[in-house]
C-alpha cells in the first residue's frame, strides 16, 4: 500500500516538474490532476512557497559596498576576519 | 569591467583566482541574486540576508585560492560556502525560537479575512519548508534553489553541478517528495 503510494506521488511529481518545465502556472497543474487533487495541492504549496522566493531582489548598493570592501583591504586582511 | 563580460564562470574563476580583481567584480556580478535568494530563503530575514551575503563573498575571496573544480561551476562553491555561513548563523541564533516571517516580501497588506487566512497559511508553510530544507542533502537543496527559486533549466543546473540532466531530476523529484511530506507532516 505503501509503496504504491509512494510510486502514485512519485508519478504526480514527475509530471508536475515536466509541466512546470514547459511554464504551466500552479493553478493550471492542480486542474491537470482531477483524481489527485489533494496530492497535486500538497506539491504546489511548496511550489509556491518558492515562488515567492523569486520576488527578493538584494539592494545593488550591497553588492557596491561588497565589491568596495574587496578592493579596500588585502586578502590576508579578509582571511583573518574568519579565523 | 566590460570585457569580462564575454567569459564564463570558470574563466572569470581563474582569473580571479590569480588575484584579478575585476574578475572577482564580474563574478559577483552574477551570482550576487542567486546566493542572496538562497540565503533570505534559508533566513526569511533580510537585513541578515544583506550581512551573511557580504560574508559569504568575503569568504570566497578570502578562500578562493582553495577551490577546485572537479567538474562543477563556481556558482557550486559559492552555494557551499553560503550553506555553511547559514548553518553557523542558525547556530549563533539557536535560542531564538520565532522566526520573524512578517518581512516577506509577497506579504499582503490587505487585511481581509480571506487574505489573512490565505497569508498565515503561507508564511506557515515557508516556516516548514524552511525546516525541511534542513533535512535535504546538499545536493537536493542546491538543486531546489537553483530550479525554483533562481530559475535556471536542468541543462544549466547539470552544467553548474557537474551531473547528468537526468540525476538532476532525480534530484529534484526526491527533494519535492521530502518537501511534501514534511508540508503535509506538519500542517
Not at chain 2, 574578475?23 to 533566513?43: K, M
Not at chain 2, 533562481?150 to 532525480?170: C, H, P, T, W, Y
Request: net charge negative; charged share 35%.
Amino acid at each position: 500500500m505503501n509503496n504504491n503510494n509512494n510510486e502514485k506521488i512519485e508519478k504526480i511529481i514527475e509530471k508536475i516538474l515536466q509541466l512546470y518545465d514547459k511554464g504551466k502556472t500552479l493553478s493550471d497543474m492542480v486542474r491537470l490532476f482531477p483524481e489527485h487533487q489533494n496530492e497535486a495541492k500538497e506539491i504546489m504549496r511548496v511550489l509556491d512557497v518558492f515562488q515567492s522566493g523569486k520576488k527578493v531582489v538584494p539592494p545593488r548598493e550591497l553588492l557596491s559596498q561588497i565589491l568596495a570592501d574587496i578592493k579596500g583591504v588585502t586578502e590576508n586582511e579578509i582571511y583573518r576576519l574568519f579565523i | 569591467m566590460d570585457k569580462y563580460q564575454d567569459l564564463n564562470p570558470r574563466e572569470l574563476m581563474d582569473l580571479a583566482k590569480n588575484g584579478n580583481r575585476d574578475a572577482f567584480g564580474a563574478l559577483y556580478e552574477l551570482y550576487f541574486v542567486p546566493v542572496f535568494r538562497y540565503i533570505f530563503l534559508r533566513t526569511k530575514d533580510k537585513k541578515d540576508s544583506e550581512d551573511l551575503t557580504q560574508t559569504v563573498f568575503l569568504k570566497v575571496y578570502s578562500s578562493i585560492s582553495r577551490f577546485q573544480e572537479h567538474g562543477k561551476s563556481p556558482l557550486a562553491y559559492f552555494f557551499t560556502v553560503a550553506r555553511n555561513t547559514v548553518i553557523d548563523y542558525w547556530k549563533k541564533k539557536r535560542e531564538v525560537v520565532v522566526n520573524d516571517l512578517s518581512e516577506t516580501p509577497e506579504t499582503s497588506h490587505d487585511h481581509s479575512d480571506e487574505n489573512l487566512h490565505r497569508d498565515i497559511e503561507r508564511e506557515e508553510a515557508a516556516k516548514s519548508i524552511h525546516e525541511a530544507l534542513d533535512k535535504l542533502s546538499e545536493e537536493q537543496e542546491k538543486v531546489v534553489v537553483l530550479k525554483f527559486i533562481n530559475e535556471f533549466s536542468n541543462r544549466e543546473i547539470a552544467d553548474l553541478l557537474g551531473k547528468s540532466e537526468e540525476a538532476v531530476r532525480q534530484l529534484q523529484c526526491r527533494a519535492l517528495k521530502a518537501l511534501r511530506q514534511h508540508l503535509k507532516d506538519a500542517l
